[in-house]
C-alpha cells in the first residue's frame, strides 16, 4: 500500500506546479530511499477563510433604515437599506460571498449626510495565519469607487500595521505623493509602496468598479508578462532582501477615505448619492509554511500547514520535539527546479551524539578530553550541549531546553545585588539591608538611596523629637533652637549665646539650608 501511494506521488510531479511535493520514494544505487523536496501549498481564494471586522461602529447602514440614490440618477432614490430586513440589508458577510451571475450582493455605508465631516470606514480582513499572495487582489465597488482609500498591511495579526498603497484621484493632493503604476516599476523597486490614481478616477460606476493591487505585474518585472518565468521569480525571492515578506501578510486593512463624486464637486443638496459599497473582496494567496508543507487546512476556525520535514508549528516555523539537532530554517526555493528542503534533523543524526539543542550548528572534537562539545553556543547557553545558561542567566522553567528563550536575564540591581549572577528561580544575592528577586527593595528599617540604609528616623521607635519630622527616614528635620540627629539636643545647652531673644538669622539660615539638603536628598533617591 505504501509503495503504491509512493509510486502515486513519485508520479504526479509531472503533471502538477512547481515545488507542489514534499518528499518522494526514490530507487538509488544504495537501495529505494524518501528524498525531500522544497514544498508549498497550493493558492486558495483566501475570502473564504477571513475574519472581516468594519470600523467605526455604526458605518453600516440600514440602522435606521436609509435611502439613497446614485450618481448616474441622483434623482430616482427609490433604494433603500434596512438592516431588520434581510433583503434591504447590506451587512460585511456580502463582501466575501460567491458572486452568482446576476444581480450583486454588497456592504453598504452609511451616505455622507455629516458632509463636510470626512466619511471614512475601515474594513480589516485577518487570517490569523501568514498568507503569501499570488495574485491581485481586487476589490469591487458598486456604485463608483472611492475617490481616495489606502491599503494597509499587517505581518503580526494586527499588532501592527504598514501602508501597502495609496489611491487617490489626485494622489499629490490627497497623500502629497507623485502617482506612479507599478508597471513602471524596476527590479530594484519591486516592493515599493506607491499612489496610484489607476483606480480613483470616476468613469461612469458600473464600467469601472474593480480596485487592484497589483502582483502580477509585480511578479511581471521578474517572470516576464505572461509569468512564463518563474524559475527567475523564484531566485529572485530568495535573494532579494524583503521582497518575499512584501508579498506576505496576516491581515488587509482598506482605509476608505473619500466616496466616489461622480465625477464633480461635493452636491450639498443630495448627499444620499455618497456612500461605499463593496460586493467582492478577491484575495488569492497561499499559506506561508516555510516551504515546509504542500497541504494548508482550516481547523478550529484558522488555516494551519500540514508540516512535513519534520517540522512544526502553524508556519512550519520550528524544528519537531527530538529533531532540534541544528537550527531550525526555511526551506528554499534553490536549487533550481526542486529547492532545498532544509529539515530538521533528529537529534543524533547530523554530529554524531552532539546535541545542541538547536542553540549551535557546530561541534567541535576535543582530543585530550576525548568529548564531541558545541561550539558558539547561542540564546546565552553554555556548556557542551548548550544545556546550561549563560552566567547573569537563569533557567526559563516552563521552556523546553531547545527553547530560544529557555535562558533568562537575572537583571540584578545593580547596586543592592552582591553580583550580577542569580539562582535557579532567578533571584539575585542582596547586599544588607538589600530585598526582592532582584535586590531592588530595601528591608522593613531601611531606607533606599544608591543601596539601602538603616533608618535615621520613622514613625515609631526612631522619632523625631521637640516637633521635628522626619524627611524620608533619612533625616530629623528640626525646628529652629533644636540640633541633633533625632533634634533631641537644645542649641541652648550647647551654646548658650542660641537662647538670647528671637531665633537668629543664623539659624534661620540654618534651617534654609537643610531644606535645600532636603531636596537635595530626594533628588539623589529619585535616581
Ligand atoms: C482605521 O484604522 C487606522 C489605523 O490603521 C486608524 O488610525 C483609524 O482611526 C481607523 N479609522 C476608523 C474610522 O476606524
Ligand atoms: C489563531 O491561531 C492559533 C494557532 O492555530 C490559535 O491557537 C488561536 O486560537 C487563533 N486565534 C484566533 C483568534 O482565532
Ligand atoms: C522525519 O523523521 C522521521 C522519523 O520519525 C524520518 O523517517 C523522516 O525521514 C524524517 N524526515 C525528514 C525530512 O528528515
Ligand atoms: C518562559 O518560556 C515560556 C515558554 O516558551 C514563555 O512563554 C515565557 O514567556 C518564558 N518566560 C520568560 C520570563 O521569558
Ligand atoms: C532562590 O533564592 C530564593 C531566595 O533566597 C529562595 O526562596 C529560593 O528557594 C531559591 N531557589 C532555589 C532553587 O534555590
Ligand atoms: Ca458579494
Known amino acids: 500500500m505504501l509503495h503504491l501511494l509512493a509510486l502515486l506521488l513519485h508520479c504526479v510531479p509531472l503533471a502538477m506546479g512547481q515545488y507542489d511535493i514534499c518528499k518522494s520514494w526514490v530507487t538509488t544505487d544504495d537501495g529505494p530511499s524518501w528524498e525531500f523536496y522544497a514544498c508549498q501549498p497550493k493558492a486558495m481564494r483566501m475570502k473564504d477563510y477571513v475574519t472581516v471586522r468594519v470600523d467605526p461602529a455604526g458605518i453600516t447602514c440600514g440602522d435606521p433604515p436609509e435611502r439613497f440614490c446614485t450618481h448616474e440618477n441622483p434623482y430616482l432614490c427609490s433604494d433603500e437599506c434596512d438592516a431588520s430586513n434581510p433583503d434591504l440589508a447590506h451587512p460585511p458577510k456580502l463582501m466575501f460571498d460567491s458572486e452568482d451571475e446576476g444581480l450583486a450582493t454588497y456592504w453598504q455605508s452609511v451616505t455622507w449626510r455629516r458632509y463636510p465631516e470626512p466619511l471614512l470606514a475601515n474594513i480589516t480582513l485577518s487570517w490569523n495565519k501568514s498568507i503569501e499572495l499570488t495574485d491581485d487582489i481586487v476589490i469591487t465597488f458598486e456604485y463608483g469607487r472611492p475617490t481616495i482609500m489606502m491599503l494597509e498591511k499587517s505581518l503580526d495579526n494586527g499588532r501592527t500595521w504598514h501602508p501597502y498603497q495609496y489611491y487617490a484621484d489626485d494622489c499629490m493632493e490627497a497623500f502629497s505623493m507623485p502617482a506612479r503604476r507599478v508597471r513602471d516599476l524596476s527590479t530594484t523597486s519591486a516592493n515599493r509602496v506607491l499612489c496610484t490614481e489607476e483606480y480613483s478616477r470616476w468613469a461612469g460606476s458600473k464600467k469601472e468598479k474593480t480596485v487592484r493591487f497589483e502582483v502580477r505585474d509585480r511578479f511581471a518585472i521578474f517572470a516576464g508578462p505572461d509569468l512564463k518565468n518563474m524559475d527567475n521569480l523564484y531566485t529572485r525571492l530568495e535573494s532579494a532582501k524583503g521582497l518575499k515578506d512584501f508579498f506576505t501578510v496576516t491581515d488587509l486593512r482598506m482605509r476608505l477615505l473619500r466616496p466616489a463624486l461622480g465625477g464633480t464637486y461635493v452636491q450639498r443638496e443630495n448627499l444620499y448619492k455618497y456612500f461605499y459599497a463593496v460586493s467582492n473582496i478577491e484575495v488569492t494567496g497561499r499559506c506561508k ?75 567541535s572534537y576535543i582530543d585530550f578530553l576525548n568529548v564531541v562539545t558545541c561550539v558558539s553556543c547561542k540564546h546565552n547557553t553554555r556548556g557542551q550541549h548548550c544545556q546550561h545558561c549563560r552566567l547573569g542567566f537563569y533557567r526559563n522553567s516552563s521552556a523546553e531546553l531547545d527553547d530560544e528563550n529557555v535562558c533568562i536575564e537575572c537583571n540584578c540591581n545593580q547596586i543592592g545585588s552582591m553580583h550580577d549572577r542569580c539562582n535557579e528561580t532567578g533571584y539575585c544575592e542582596c547586599r544588607e539591608g538589600a530585598t526582592g528577586p532582584k535586590c531592588d527593595d530595601c528591608l522593613p528599617n531601611y531606607y533606599w538611596r544608591q543601596g539601602c540604609f538603616p533608618n535615621v528616623c520613622d514613625d515609631e521607635l526612631l522619632l523625631c523629637q521637640n516637633g521635628g519630622t522626619c524627611y524620608q527616614n533619612q533625616r530629623c528635620i528640626c525646628p529652629v533652637g533644636f540640633k541633633g540627629v533625632l533634634c533631641q539636643q537644645s542649641r541652648c545647652e550647647v551654646d548658650k549665646k542660641d537662647c538670647d531673644g528671637a531665633p537668629g538669622v543664623g539659624s534661620s539660615l540654618g534651617t534654609v539650608a537643610l531644606g535645600v539638603l532636603a531636596l537635595q536628598l530626594r533628588a539623589w533617591g529619585d535616581l
Open 289 to 363: 509554511c516555510n516551504l515546509h508543507a504542500n497541504l494548508c487546512t482550516f481547523k478550529e476556525g484558522s488555516l494551519q500547514c500540514e508540516c512535513e520535514h519534520n517540522t512544526t508549528g502553524q508556519d512550519c516555523g520550528k524544528c519537531k520535539k527530538n529533531f532540534r539537532s541544528r537550527s531550525w530554517r526555511a526551506g528554499s526555493y534553490l536549487p533550481l527546479p526542486n529547492g532545498s528542503p532544509n529539515a530538521c534533523a533528529a537529534a543524533g543524526s547530523a554530529f554524531g551524539n552532539c546535541e545542541c539543542y538547536g542553540h549551535s550548528n557546530r561541534c
